[in-house]
């Protein structure tokens, strides 16, 4: 069983930075691809950002590619995103998951542990 937890949301200005945590409080995460997903208000969940099992590959949304960046430390059982440049559009909660398949950090479906998410709210 994985317990994830999100840190890091926040309020910020359009174009500004945040960093995202996610830790596993029960189990490793060492076992497991990880992946960023965000869902806005009315929106369905969508992909943002992902790494694989050995932090070998990372994976990004065209539209952060360039922005945002994914990494892992399996020693402090943590996942970040850095954020950079970001705007309104991207206002919503923040979701990390795992998933123990490095084919499928692309959809939601794939991942088994999902956290309660942070919210980040980007103001123009």
């Known amino acids: 069983q994985m317990q994830l937890v999100e840190s890091g949301g926040g309020t910020v200005q359009a174009g500004h930075s945040l960093r995202l945590s996610c830790t596993a409080s029960e189990g490793m995460l060492s076992a497991y691809a990880v992946g960023w997903f965000r869902q806005a208000p009315g929106a369905q969940r969508e992909f943002v950002a992902a790494i694989t099992l050995s932090g070998t590959e990372t994976h990004y949304a065209d539209s952060v590619e360039g922005r945002f960046t994914i990494s892992r430390d399996n020693a402090k059982n943590t996942v970040w995103l850095q954020m950079n440049g970001l705007t309104p559009e991207e206002t919503a909660i923040y979701y990390c998951?795992?998933?123990?398949?490095?084919?499928?950090?692309?959809?939601?479906?794939?991942?088994?542990?999902w956290g309660r998410g942070t919210r980040v709210t980007v103001s123009s």
């Open positions: 998951g795992v998933t123990p398949r490095d084919w499928g950090v692309l959809w939601a479906d794939e991942y088994d542990y």
